[in-house]
């Protein structure tokens, strides 16, 4: 009994959490993709009904809403954060004196809730005593700033309050990966008479390939599930106008009471990450077993 | 006596993969087996199996007479040293030799006293308080032999101890591991990809080649008998010379006639009596042709070569000249003359020619 | 001519140089403002008093410093119909951190140390399931989660939400250590066996007191993970149970008498406080987590 629990050990050891991810992430998931072909509404019922939830998933226009301002806002997002972080890092890696200060400063917002991001630049944003009011009070009376509150710009401020949350990041990303490019390679190319710009252009950007690539993965992840900001910065208005899969999800789930709905849309959203994440994941395992 | 170590069909897979096969292996107590071979020809993965830290796959293993195919690693009575050294990197030196015994519950004074033994033997005393982190390679390999020593166990496992360190080094502790063998008479397997530091080692050396073995036997037999090609090859530095050659059999002896690219072939005849196909490989090592003249005895022959190249090394001079095809190289003595260019008469010492089978490279003779 | 020219041109390098260099400062402390600008102006907000918010400027410094606005969102805001302030629930954030970020993070290394140092057969394919995990979106997982912890006994608790993070962190916390441990020798762990040690004693005297750097890492990442987390707490929570940052929520958003700025600033910086001090003790552990979570190995 000792000596077969002494090889087992291991096993036995891993068994539950291997067992709890079963269950409890692809058992789960497993459960959602099924409630998501039947009818549930307020309880779920387990008669498969086809792809009937799918169908009015894509009729809603509050869905249609909810997957516009994910292209929307992933869009930008994605891009600005990137740029941004790109940017940042390069200006640190000039041999900044007071580099480390400056970094901690640029990447502090990642350490926050983004409820706490969200609820201060809700505050900043409202139109009645945040910027707009700061502005006109400096003597320009006519300046309007009322995204937040307006529904053709509301989504605008989520993208400005997730890039000052993320960017920071990716500048750390960035940065680490510019740092990591070897040595000699620009001590050549400095010897070569190569200007400093044409050594980034040429030289360093293209060898951080996987970098943009984890960046975009990670960026791409976040804008898919961004819950908290939007609930936090917008509750998802005015109106519907700054809902998004994540929030449409939460409230078929838990205020209107529509299973189905919520189940489908759960669906969609995990689709979209897998679409992105799946052949990114493989990728990395392959080329580590090489 | 029985044997200290006896393997018996030992196989072992990796999936459909088949790692070594077929394994038999048998030493006495206070021998010295070197496994030797190229890396991946398996003789790590025989060391762990040995170990008990891989399973095998089929066949028998047992270790001072018990049968050991199935018995953990901690139950098998051994010890073995690591090529990274595996020291534990968060405890002291002291620490590091002790912990078997720890675990093992073996009491504080015993511990105490067994250290101090080990370590005045192995001279690390004064490093018994270091971390591992603190040492030199030497002095790591010194503790690693320690931990392997204080257990006084019935069979020592060496994995490449000796290939992280510089050479110099190498070949000091090379010597010392020698002297510890003989003051311990302890038995030991010890594997090394070094065809030199097997022959300086080893009382029974195993050739390993794609995890079949390709000969066994003591050091001299490995050498002057080389069972093939592969092991000819392998052992002796520089490398044994294998020359394509025609055979043809005269009365008793052999006329030998090796083709030269230049000039006419070579004619040489062994005495001995055998019995060879027309086309072999001949197998000849450096220091068995030397410039003639300075070399006599029954099986000696000379012949003219056209110089191609005079290494000199030192304590010898080596001479390289094209024969059968190949760069054939003469081992002289270091006041030669000859020079690259001109033609020098080397003498043969036919009666130390290997012979082997052209198309399947196993020895004749 | 050529003679000549030549310090001038150098001396019109060097001042470019220095004028290049100004610029990149400058740019840099113009990003820096714009990082810290939020933050100043929480913290300004929330030493203000109402009046002095709706009669003066957004970026001004309070002409009377108040602390009663931090009072107030400690112990006094209104969360809906309760009006205890944040404290009982940043205690809840508290009771639910310590425990899941134990029990996650010593989880992790366990499975972390089997899967790098045992390889048995599947456990690659164990270890990939279980790093899948780590990026499903939540909301898919949500409705049967509730429903089990519904038929556990445990929805609405405080042990029902450290369930859900420990469950939840274990992929993340078993690549940190994985990644970690499958950098450690396999000598090692095959020397301490053939000493005679076995799967536990080996993991406990020779890999825990080697894994100090990974352990930080490890709990500063789900530390911050589970007191930022807002999906689970707003979905598996009920009144009395709620984690500081479904209270913050409610507090900006309760629709109550009159609209509190400087509270809701002084309650965001409450519950933010935490995970900002992690960052600033022990920032250098926290970037290693971010970019070991996203760019593995």
């Known amino acids: 009994m000792s000596e077969w629990l002494e090889n087992h050990l291991p096993k036995v050891v891993l068994a539950p959490s291997f067992i709890a991810v079963l269950i409890f992430v692809y058992g789960f998931i497993g459960w959602t993709a099924w409630v998501s072909l039947t009818r549930s509404k307020l309880l779920p019922k387990y008669e498969i009904k086809g792809f009937i939830q799918y169908e009015r998933l894509f009729d809603s226009p509050r869905w249609d809403t909810a997957i516009n301002n994910l292209y929307i806002f992933g869009a930008l997002f994605i891009v600005i954060a990137m740029v941004l972080g790109l940017l940042l890092a390069i200006l640190l890696d000039q041999k900044i004196r007071v580099e480390g200060a400056i970094r901690t400063i640029y990447l502090y917002p990642m350490a926050l809730s ?28 006519n300046f309007e700033f009322d995204w937040l509150v307006n529904p053709d710009y509301a989504i605008y401020t989520i993208v400005l309050a997730a890039i000052w949350q993320s960017s920071g990041f990716v500048m750390a990303l960035f940065l680490a990966g510019l740092r990591s490019v070897d040595g000699e390679i620009i001590k050549a190319a400095q010897v070569d008479g190569i200007p400093t710009w044409r050594i980034y252009t040429a030289i360093i950007i293209p060898s951080m390939a996987p970098i943009f690539l984890s960046a975009f993965i990670v960026l791409a992840h976040l804008a898919i599930k961004s819950f908290d900001l939007v609930i936090a910065l917008t ?56 | 006596m029985a044997p200290i170590l006896d393997i018996n069909n030992l196989y072992k897979n990796y999936g459909a993969t088949e790692i070594l096969k077929d394994i038999n292996i048998s030493i006495e107590p206070g021998d010295f087996l070197v496994l030797v071979g190229p890396s991946g020809c398996g003789k790590s993965t025989l060391l762990n199996c040995i170990a008990g830290l891989e399973p095998i796959t089929g066949g028998t293993l047992a270790i001072g007479g018990k049968d050991m195919t199935h018995v953990s690693p901690k139950d098998r009575d051994i010890a073995m040293v690591f090529q990274s050294y595996a020291l534990y990197p968060t405890m002291s030196v002291a620490k590091n030799i002790t912990f078997g015994m720890k675990v093992r519950g073996v009491d504080a004074a015993t511990q105490e006293a067994k250290l101090k033994e ?32 204080v257990r006084d166990p019935k069979l020592f496992l060496f994995d490449e101890p000796l290939s992280n360190l510089d050479a110099k080094l190498r070949v000091e502790m090379r010597t010392e591991i020698k002297k510890l063998h003989q ?115 029954a099986g000696v022959q000379e012949a003219e070569c056209l110089v191609d190249m005079v290494e000199p090394a030192g304590a010898d001079t080596y001479v390289v000249s094209e024969l059968g095809g190949k760069q054939v190289t003469a081992r002289l003595h270091a006041e030669t003359s000859a020079q690259a260019g001109e033609m020098l008469n080397l003498a043969f010492d036919m009666s130390k020619v290997s012979y082997f089978a052209k198309e399947t490279g196993e020895r004749l003779n | 001519m050529t ?84 404290r009982p629930y940043f205690w809840n954030s508290v009771l639910i951190a310590v425990p899941a970020v134990a029990i996650s993070t010593l989880l992790g290394a366990l499975n972390g140390y089997v899967v790098a140092q045992w390889r048995f057969k599947g456990a690659n394919i164990i270890f990939s399931l279980m790093l899948f995990g780590c990026f499903i979106p939540f909301q898919v997982v949500l409705l ?109 958003n309760s ?34 987590g971010l970019t070991a979570g996203s760019v593995k190995g």
């Open chain 1, 114 to 141: 983004m409820i706490v991001t969200g609820t201060a630049w809700k505050w900043i944003l409202n139109p009645g005593l945040g910027i707009e009011a700061m502005v006109q009070g400096w003597g320009f009376p």
């Open chain 1, 235 to 290: 509750g998802g208005g005015p109106g519907y106008a700054t809902d998004m899969p994540a929030t449409y999800m939460y409230a078929m789930a838990f205020s209107r009471g529509d299973i189905g709905q919520a189940a489908s849309s759960a669906m969609i959203m995990m689709l979209v990450v897998f679409a992105i994440v799946v052949p990114y994941l493989y990728s990395e395992l392959r080329a580590k077993n090489d």
């Open chain 2, 118 to 149: 080990v370590s005045s033997l192995l001279q690390i005393e004064q490093l018994l308080n270091r971390r591992p982190s603190q040492l030199s390679g030497g002095q790591r390999q010194r503790v690693a032999m320690g931990r392997a020593l």
């Open chain 2, 183 to 297: 003051t311990l008479d302890a038995s030991i397997v010890y594997v090394t990809h070094d065809q030199i530091e097997a022959m300086t080692l080893a009382t029974k050396i195993v050739v390993l080649k794609g995890g079949i073995v390709q000969q066994i036997g003591s050091p001299a037999e490995i050498y002057n008998n080389p069972a093939n090609l592969f092991v000819a090859d392998f052992m002796g530095s520089p490398a044994m010379n294998l020359i394509p050659a025609r055979t043809e059999r005269n009365g008793t002896g052999t006329h030998i006639s090796i083709a030269r690219d230049s000039g006419s072939p070579i004619t040489l005849t062994d005495s001995r009596d055998l019995n060879l196909p027309q086309d072999v490989i001949l197998g000849l090592r450096p220091e068995d042709i030397a410039e003639a003249g300075f070399r006599a005895g």
């Open chain 3, 3 to 86: 003679d000549l020219s030549m310090p001038q041109t150098r001396t019109q390098s060097a001042m470019g140089k220095i004028a290049l260099r100004w610029l990149l400062y400058v740019l840099l402390g113009l990003f820096a403002l714009y990082y810290l600008m939020p933050l100043f102006v929480m913290l300004t907000t929330s030493l203000k008093s109402l009046e002095e918010i709706r009669t003066g400027s957004l970026m001004s410094l309070p002409r009377e410093v108040s602390l009663d606005a931090w009072k107030t969102a400690w112990s006094g805001a209104c969360t809906g119909i309760q009006c205890e302030g944040l």
């Open chain 3, 144 to 252: 049967p989660m509730a429903r089990l912890l519904g038929i556990m006994g445990i929805a609405g608790t405080i042990p029902g939400l450290i369930f859900v993070h420990v469950i939840y962190g274990l992929g993340f916390t078993t690549l940190f250590f994985r990644n970690y441990y499958v950098t450690i020798p396999a000598e090692l762990t095959k020397a301490a066996r053939v000493d005679g040690a076995g799967f536990l004693r080996i993991f406990w005297s020779i890999f825990l007191p080697l894994s100090l750097p990974i352990i930080v890492v490890t709990v500063i990442w789900q530390f911050t993970q589970i007191w930022n987390d807002f999906l689970f707490g707003v979905s598996f929570s009920q009144a009395g149970t709620q984690p500081v940052t479904v209270a913050l929520n409610n507090i900006v």
């Open chain 3, 255 to 288: 629709t109550t008498g009159v609209k509190e700025y400087n509270v809701d600033m002084a309650a965001a910086i409450i519950a933010g406080l935490p995970t900002l001090l992690v960052y600033v003790v022990a920032g250098k552990y926290f970037i290693r």
